[in-house]
């Protein structure tokens, strides 16, 4: 399958060697000029490392050139950073065509406002967008050609959005990514992503060891009983939400993702343990800049929080780490961040916006 790989982060990395050793071919877009000279340069070869140990891997396309990568293709993966959905959605408008299916995981209800941006940009393609509970890929970068994959997801709980072109939508993602499953609309998608509940209560209350080592592992010495009580009641605010929604299980609460003998949840039993032991993930952070933070907190929280307002259940936890992060970084999150009222749909009744996440945009 032909598949267009955009961004430049971990999980982009990861999702180009991966899907090119699948027997894929893969156009990997880049906004940075001068990575991808350098990777031109290096024949578009990257290394992969993971349990099988290290090989390289060579892409079919590295590129500036947004229209060349989206030629073609059948699936567009898109794990970028969620505050750059909106800009690649404007990049992406001119070059989308019928039938394409943009992936995004995880999205942060990514799916309806890159719909609605490509939209707004004159593009009438009817296009799906999809969003997962999590990246494919506990991965980092070693330097700037290695990138180390601790280990691959086995379910992924993906929304999509319309939810009338989901069939088509998911029998593409699967051929990319098997362990997709079916979780309904973008916004129940949306509510599956688990950054926005492990990573809030990490960064934030973690924010001195943070802020006073070189480098802290927020999985390993970072991961004590407070927070991980805390963890539990968040993701307890979360499921609350989706089943006010009337949106059933599975919820993969995350208490799975750190029992090694419950149900299994979406990167297997023993991730976490595989993760501390990786050592990826002993790292320095800044705080005020961390994806953890603008996008887990600022964009996932913010959201969550939001969603929660509009259906009328209390998220005493959300709203106050929220209100936490928000301190940490001198801002009001709940009116800055992403939020059904930023994205202008929280006049809508559940009615209104079950319609609207079946039927997609006019």
Request: proline residues 6%; charged residues 20%.
């Amino acid at each position: 399958m032909e598949i267009a790989v955009l961004g430049g982060g971990n999980g982009s990395h990861a999702a180009a060697v991966d899907l090119t050793e699948a027997g894929h071919k893969v156009r990997f877009w880049r906004r940075d000029a001068d990575a991808v000279k350098a990777l031109n340069a290096a024949d578009n070869t990257l290394v992969l490392k993971d349990f099988k140990g290290e090989r390289p891997v060579t892409l079919a396309m590295a590129t500036g050139d947004m229209g060349a990568a989206l030629a073609g293709a059948e699936l567009i993966v898109c794990p970028a950073p969620a505050p750059a959905q909106a800009d690649i959605a404007k990049a992406m408008a001119p070059h989308l065509k019928d039938g394409q299916v943009v992936f995004l995981p995880p999205g942060s209800f990514g799916s309806y406002l890159m719909a609605k941006a490509v939209r707004d940009a004159g593009s009438t393609a009817d296009v799906a967008f999809a969003e997962a509970g999590t990246l494919p890929y506990l991965t980092r970068r070693h330097g700037e050609n290695t990138i180390a994959i601790t280990t691959r997801a086995t379910r992924l709980p993906t929304g999509v959005f319309p939810l009338r072109l989901k069939d088509h939508a998911l029998g593409i993602i699967r051929a990319a990514y098997p362990s997709v499953e079916d979780a309904g609309d973008g916004l129940s998608g949306a509510l599956m992503n688990a950054g926005p509940i492990i990573h809030p209560p990490l960064i934030t209350m973690n924010a001195g060891p943070i802020e006073h080592f070189d480098h802290w592992d927020i999985h390993n010495e970072g991961t004590q009983p407070a927070i991980r009580r805390t963890t539990d009641r968040l993701d307890a605010e979360r499921i609350a939400v989706r089943e006010a929604l009337g949106y059933g299980a599975p919820h993969f609460p995350l208490a799975d993702h750190y029992a090694p003998d419950g149900d299994e949840w979406m990167y297997g039993n023993m991730a976490h343990d595989r993760l501390v032991d990786s050592g990826d993930w002993r790292e320095h952070l800044v705080l005020t800049e961390h994806r953890y933070m603008r996008e887990d907190i600022a964009v996932g929280l913010a959201f969550l929080v939001s969603v929660a307002d509009w259906a009328g259940v209390p998220a005493p936890t959300a709203t106050g780490l929220l209100a936490i992060g928000s301190a940490i970084c001198s801002d009001d999150f709940r009116k800055t961040g992403r939020t059904l009222e930023s994205v202008g749909l929280a006049g809508l009744s559940k009615e209104d916006m079950r319609d609207l996440m079946q039927k997609g945009l006019s």
